[in-house]
């Protein structure tokens, strides 16, 4: 092993201590399957930790302290109209689970192979005969509701017992910097939305190097963040021995294909690879993040994530938390499926089906967590006020949502072109539909309306959300703008709904923005924002007169992309997109820009955004220190839509504009060349 590695293996001291090295007080240098310091003793090496019974009663206290916290979430959660009735609605019966038993003919369940994994293998493969009689998942497929029901509660209790039980004891953990600010960065602007990782199972098995714990994914999950946190000055300078975080992207990469060489699929694995995909798009390169995306595919399916653990776990047998995991798993997968195709403009590869895991998240215990922006500053000792996580209900919201777009893109945006005009148009009348319904049933503390926007910023996982529901509803409407067809003239409530999603895009965004600054913005919130963009764009292109309010907008975003660029070095591409357009329309919108010359200090500019948003009706919360100086405020003014109308003409001249390209949405033209220090 390289001396890098050895290093940052050495670093890791809480989750490399072995028994002897801790009663001994000295550093382990954790190697396995005995440390250096154990063989060189011929000690016998373990990797456990021994409670003392300080450490038992800090623990208890903790607890306790916890369990107290939990109780008045939950009278609070009573209180409020609705909430109830949401938590409930979390842990769904799908309509597809009906049908599962009349599958339970051909399909088999799971399997151990001769290495000790789980896999599944079809009735075709050369591990399965066709006259196999191992029907043992069917038992429970045909069990009635309330069988399943019950169990389901008890499950879920020992879910949740055990995730607030480690959740106290990552507290007294002593995970050593930059590893703990950085994981934390991810528990906080990741996981609520993406749920890559378990968080009980990798905390308890990062302390005993337990199955869902590697040291490539430890790797992993530093490397994701640490674009975000290498500039704060609270953790800058302990980067630095890690090549200012360069050495954990280069692990995750040595490592990953170490463990892909020995031919074991883990969850570790799989999360890595998501990790490292997303890690890759933000950067712009489009081929690694597209395979690493594949290979986590391809490795669900082959440990089965992709079948329903709970009722057809075959001859294999799974605890509470493997179920837990494997469900979670699935629909982080196919979540991140949607996203990346999107973002590259292809064709979706999951899809769900009467065997997939259902959308039921049993341990909801981060749904009452409070949420604070980690990493973030105020001036004048302002502190962002305590606000519930609800992290559970807005991943399985962004489920069902994904559901909505995977038939979307498969009906609108084929690359092959295989959807008949017909097949459009149906698409466009059952997932708008679908759209409304999915906004109506959102619970209150999951909507942001443009209208009437909270003084603070909901947490940013609760912000993507709102802004991919209005990117789904332009991606699906926009089309249809310029789809020409001689049976049927464009719907002007098309247009509406572009420009009207659009504009909430922006308003949305700019809380967020006012609210953390854009060192947390992640991809998917920076697509919403080119989305909207785009819309803009095109409004500009039909106006028969120069339209000053969509310039205005087009301003913004442009402005905000500008600034979300050294984070996020793949939006440089779909910048160059709009410049050129831009320049084709002989269009220039530097006049709209605070010139360099005579910017205003971050106060006075901070005052001037107040005061806008004080003629609104609305507050702002404070800048955070240190964040990129804010959008020229004056473009901010006018968000309404009372008064958009879409005359005649305008509607003529959307349709007369040159068809869109299928992928019109998504990043083009990957040429933006990033370097090893955007990762």
């Not at 883990?266 to 999360?271: D, E, G, N, R």
């Not at 926009?478 to 420009?499: F, G, I, T």
């Amino acid at each position: 092993m390289s001396s890098a590695s050895h290093s940052a293996k050495a670093t890791k001291k809480s989750a490399f201590s072995c028994d002897q090295c801790r009663k001994r007080k000295v550093r382990c240098g954790g190697e396995q399957p005995s440390c250096r310091r154990c063989t060189v003793r011929n000690d016998t090496c373990m990797y456990k930790l021994s409670p003392t019974l300080s450490y038992t009663e800090r623990l208890e206290n903790k607890v306790k302290d916890l369990e107290a916290r939990l109780s008045q979430f939950q009278q609070l959660d009573s209180k409020q109209n609705g909430t109830k009735d949401s938590l409930s609605s979390l842990h769904p019966w799908s309509p597809d689970e009906k049908s599962s038993s009349d599958r339970a003919e051909t399909f088999k369940g799971l399997k151990v192979d001769d290495k000790g994994a789980i896999t599944y293998h079809g009735t075709t493969s050369f591990f399965q005969l066709p006259t196999s009689t191992d029907n043992g998942p069917f038992d429970s497929a045909s069990s009635d509701k309330s069988d399943l029901t019950a169990e389901s509660i008890g499950r879920r209790e020992r879910l949740v017992r055990n995730a607030w039980e480690q959740r106290a004891l990552e507290t007294l953990a002593e995970t050593p910097e930059p590893f703990q600010y950085l994981l934390k960065a991810h528990w906080c602007w990741i996981q609520p939305l993406f749920n890559f990782v378990y968080r009980p199972a990798f905390t308890r098995d990062m302390e005993v190097l337990g199955p869902y714990y590697s040291h490539t994914l430890l790797n992993a999950m530093p490397s994701h963040s640490v674009r975000w946190c290498k500039n704060d000055q609270q953790i800058s300078h302990l980067l630095a021995p890690y090549e200012n975080g360069q050495l954990f992207s280069r692990q995750a990469r040595t490592l990953v294909f170490e463990d892909l060489t020995q031919g074991h699929s883990s969850v570790p694995t799989v999360q890595t690879l998501l990790l490292l995909s997303a890690q890759e798009c933000s950067a712009g390169n489009r081929t690694q993040a597209w395979l690493y995306s594949g290979m986590a595919f391809r490795l669900i399916e082959d440990m089965g994530i992709c079948i329903d653990g709970q009722k057809y776990a075959g001859s294999v047998r799974l605890s509470d938390e493997d179920i837990e995991i494997r469900h979670r798993l699935f629909w982080s997968c196919f979540f991140w499926d949607k996203i990346i195709s999107l973002y590259l403009g292809r064709s979706p590869t999951l899809q769900h089906s009467s065997i997939s895991p259902p959308q039921i998240m049993l341990d909801d215990s981060a749904e009452t967590e409070l949420w604070t922006p980690h990493g973030i500053v105020y001036p004048d000792n302002v502190e962002y006020p305590p606000t519930q996580a609800h992290s559970i209900s807005c991943f399985t919201r962004m489920c069902r949502l994904s559901e909505i777009f995977n038939r979307i893109l498969i009906n609108m945006y084929d690359p092959l072109g295989r959807n008949t005009e017909a097949d459009i148009r149906d698409c466009v009348l059952k997932e708008g539909e679908n759209l409304k319904v999915w906004w109506n049933d959102l619970p209150n503390f999951l909507q942001i309306e443009a209208k009437a926007l909270p003084p603070h910023c909901p947490p940013s996982h609760i912000v993507t959300l709102n802004c991919l529901y209005h990117t789904f509803k332009i991606l699906l409407y926009r089309p249809m703008l310029s789809h020409r067809s001689k049976q049927q003239a464009p719907d002007p409530n098309h247009l509406v709904e572009c420009v009207s999603s659009a504009t909430t895009i922006i308003a949305i965004f700019d809380l967020f923005s006012r609210t953390f600054g854009y060192g947390y913005c992640i991809l998917s919130l920076s697509y919403s924002v080119y989305t909207a963009a785009s819309m803009f764009l095109l409004q500009i292109q039909a106006a028969a007169s120069p339209d000053e309010q969509a310039m205005n907008r087009l301003a913004f975003c442009i402005q905000s992309l500008e600034r979300i660029t050294s984070y996020n070095p793949v939006i440089g591409s779909s910048l160059q997109l709009i410049t050129e357009a831009l320049s084709k329309l002989g269009i220039d919108l530097s006049s709209s820009r605070i010139s360099t010359s005579t910017k205003e200090s971050q106060e006075d500019v901070a005052q001037i955004i107040n005061a806008v948003y004080e003629d609104n009706g609305s507050e702002t919360f404070y800048l955070p220190s240190g964040s990129n100086e804010p959008v020229d405020p004056q473009l901010l003014q006018d968000l309404a839509l009372e008064n958009f109308e879409v005359s005649p003409e305008t509607l003529e001249a959307f349709s007369n504009l040159h068809p869109m390209d299928p992928t019109f949405g998504s990043f083009q033209d990957w040429n933006y060349t990033s370097t090893q220090e955007s990762q």
